[in-house]
C-alpha cells in the first residue's frame, strides 16, 4: 500500500508559478512510477505528467510541455511539479498518482487527495 499526499496548491495570477509536492509512504518509493493527473470543474480528468520508476520515462501531456517539469527526490519518498508561466485554463485539481513498475499514465494504483491549484486572470 502507497499512501500519496500532495500539497503546494493555491491561488496565483495568470503568469506565476506554483511547485506541487508528492509524499508517498509505504512500500519503497523507487520502485513505483509517479505521475500528476489534473480534473478541471465539469471536465474530465487528465494527464498531466510522468516520471517513471527507473528514471528512463519522462512523459508532459502537449499542453504542459515547456512550462511544467515533473521531477522526483527518491531520498524523500517526493514527485514534484513545477509550473511556471500558469494560465486560467491551468485551473483544476492536482491528484498524484502512483504506479508499480509500469506506465502511471495508462493505469493508476494508487491516487492521492489531490490540491486545488487556481489561475486568475
Known amino acids: 500500500q502507497v499512501q500519496l499526499v500532495e500539497s503546494g496548491g493555491g491561488l496565483v495570477q495568470a503568469g506565476g508559478s506554483l511547485k506541487l509536492s508528492c509524499a508517498a509512504s509505504g512500500r519503497a518509493f523507487s520502485d513505483w512510477s509517479m505521475g500528476w493527473f489534473r480534473q478541471a470543474p465539469g471536465k474530465e480528468s487528465e494527464f498531466v505528467a510522468s516520471?517513471?520508476?527507473?528514471?528512463?520515462?519522462?512523459k508532459y501531456a502537449e499542453f504542459v510541455k515547456d512550462r511544467f517539469t515533473i521531477s522526483r527526490d527518491n531520498a524523500k519518498n517526493t514527485v514534484y511539479l513545477q509550473m511556471i508561466s500558469l494560465k486560467p485554463e491551468d485551473t483544476a485539481v492536482y491528484y498524484c498518482?502512483?504506479?508499480?513498475?509500469?506506465?502511471?499514465?495508462?493505469?493508476?494504483?494508487?491516487w492521492g487527495q489531490g490540491t486545488q491549484v487556481t489561475v486568475s486572470s
Open positions: 498518482a502512483a504506479r508499480w513498475r509500469g506506465d502511471v499514465e495508462i493505469r493508476t494504483d494508487y
Open positions: 516520471f517513471s520508476w527507473n528514471g528512463i520515462s519522462i
